[in-house]
T-cell receptor
Framework: QKEVEQNSGPLSVPEGAIASLNCTYS??????FFWYRQYSGKSPELIMS????GDKEDGRFTAQLNKASQYVSLLIRDSQPSDSATYLC????????????FGAGTRLAVHP | ETGVTQTPRHLVMGMTNKKSLKCEQH?????MYWYKQSAKKPLELMFV???????ENNSVPSRFSPECPNSSHLFLHLHTLQPEDSALYLC?????????????FGPGTRLTVL
């Protein structure tokens, strides 16, 4: 059973701090990784995708991938209360066409 | 309308009812998906369609019946559901089936089975 593991949280950080969200995956053949943000009662929206080892930056967000350790992370700099949401990590499944395996999500709370 | 739309947004049904969920994507994508999201659980992939053909059925009970008449529309027909089927049902679409193709989600249908 291929899995994606995330700490459920809540992860509580003060406004302006860096929030660090982590994810591990079991499918060594996974090629693509995605971070989605989901506000309460809403659907997931894409924050970042990453395919190669290393860092990828987009505004206040940085995704990090280490395929040898099967580890993906998302850093949010200058955290804002509006960043408070559940962050879902997803990995492409090597054994199936179009298939993503999702983690259960980490709830982030940014307090003023 | 833009992106991925779903109707209805909320649905309450009895165990003997028959209802359908509708999804439409306006992105020109070729792949569409149904997911189930229950509280505190990861999103569960239910069905995948590529160019109208079903390519994945993730051991979903037969009381859930998908239909994909074209690449823009996807339905989920429901009958004789159980209370444990209450969940958020999400539709998504992607350009194709490559691992790098991003899946874009609709707003979901909140289903309650009494």
């Amino acid at each position: 059973q291929k899995e994606v593991e995330q700490n459920s949280g809540p992860l509580s950080v003060p406004e302006g701090a860096i929030a660090s969200l982590n994810c591990t995956y079991s499918d060594r053949g996974s090629q693509s990784f995605f971070w989605y943000r989901q506000y309460s009662g809403k659907s997931p929206e894409l924050i970042m995708s990453i395919y190669s080892n290393g860092d990828k930056e987009d505004g206040r967000f940085t995704a990090q991938l280490n395929k040898a350790s099967q580890y993906v992370s998302l850093l949010i700099r200058d955290s804002q209360p509006s960043d408070s949401a559940t962050y879902l990590c997803a990995a492409s499944f090597s054994g199936g066409y179009n298939k993503l395996i999702f983690g259960a999500g980490t709830r982030l709370a940014v307090h003023p | 309308e833009t992106g991925v739309t779903q109707t209805p947004r909320h649905l309450v049904m009895g165990m003997t009812n028959k209802k359908s969920l509708k999804c439409e994507q306006h992105l020109g994508h070729n792949a569409m998906y149904w997911y189930k999201q229950s509280a505190k659980k990861p999103l569960e992939l239910m069905f995948v369609y590529n160019f109208k053909e079903q390519t994945e059925n993730n051991s979903v009970p037969s009381r859930f019946s998908p239909e994909c008449p074209n690449s823009s529309h996807l339905f989920l027909h429901l009958h004789t559901l159980q209370p444990e089927d209450s969940a958020l049902y999400l539709c998504a679409s992607s350009q194709g089936g490559a691992p790098t193709d991003t899946q874009y989600f609709g707003p979901g249908t909140r289903l309650t089975v009494l």
